[in-house]
Nanobody, 123 residues
């Protein structure tokens, strides 16, 4: 059993930056792959970024590539998403997630989810 809690969301102007954090507790493991997903009003939850258990491998959705950076500090059981050059279309609830087996872009491969944190980007 793993618990995930996101923080760092808020309201920011277009072009600004936010840094989201995800704190893990319970039966955590550096073997777990982790990811960020987001869900905008009226849309399906979509993949944003992923990071392998050892933190060496990362990938991003095309829509955020070059603007967002995913990282993790396994010794502190934390993960971060640095979001720069934010756009109004980035507005969504952002969720962190952990997967026991797969380094994946698919929601179904993640067993553990946080409650989400709201990110709103104004024009």
């Amino acid at each position: 059993q793993v618990q995930l809690v996101e923080s760092g969301g808020g309201l920011v102007q277009a072009g600004g930056s936010l840094r989201l954090s995800c704190a893990a507790s319970g039966r955590t493991s550096s073997n777990y792959h982790m990811g960020w997903f987001r869900q905008a009003p009226g849309k399906e939850r979509e993949f944003v970024a992923r990071i392998s258990g050892n933190g060496v491998i990362t990938s991003y959705a095309d829509s955020v590539k070059g603007r967002f950076t995913i990282s993790r500090v396994n010794a502190k059981n934390t993960m971060h998403l640095q979001m720069n050059s934010l756009k109004p279309e980035d507005t969504a609830v952002y969720y962190c997630a952990a997967a026991e087996k797969y380094y994946s872009v698919y929601r179904s491969d993640y067993e553990y989810w946080g409650q989400g944190t709201q990110v709103t980007v104004s024009s």
